[in-house]
């Protein structure tokens, strides 16, 4: 995370402020968080206020809200439920 941190820089997305592919193959990786326990995902990203600002502008994207279904946070909580995940709470 701290690696990405750094590519941030100045703009909301990656290398620069207009969403292009780099964002496109690493927005899943934002989407893995979505449905994990809040103060989980905070302490995630304390301190990552570039990748904190990503998520932002990643969740303020019509397309990457359509990228999943309505049951998507349940679907993946259960998922990690049933493999026993250390996030699964």
């Given at each position: 995370?701290?690696?990405?941190?750094?590519?941030l820089?100045?703009?909301?997305?990656?290398?620069?402020?207009?969403?292009?592919?780099?964002?496109?193959?690493?927005?899943?990786?934002?989407?893995?968080?979505?449905?994990?326990?809040?103060?989980?995902?905070?302490?995630?990203?304390?301190?990552?206020?570039?990748?904190?600002?990503?998520?932002?502008?990643?969740?303020s994207?019509?397309?990457?809200?359509?990228?999943?279904?309505?049951?998507?946070?349940?679907?993946?909580?259960?998922?990690?439920?049933?493999?026993?995940?250390?996030l699964?709470?």
């Amino acid at each position: 995370m701290e690696k990405l941190e750094g590519a941030l820089e100045q703009w909301p997305y990656f290398f620069e402020s207009v969403f292009s592919l780099v964002n496109a193959v690493s927005a899943p990786l934002c989407r893995y968080f979505d449905p994990i326990n809040p103060a989980v995902t905070q302490l995630i990203f304390h301190g990552l206020p570039r990748m904190s600002r990503w998520r932002e502008a990643l969740a303020s994207r019509e397309s990457f809200a359509a990228t999943v279904g309505q049951d998507y946070p349940a679907s993946f909580k259960q998922h990690l439920a049933e493999r026993q995940a250390i996030l699964a709470d």
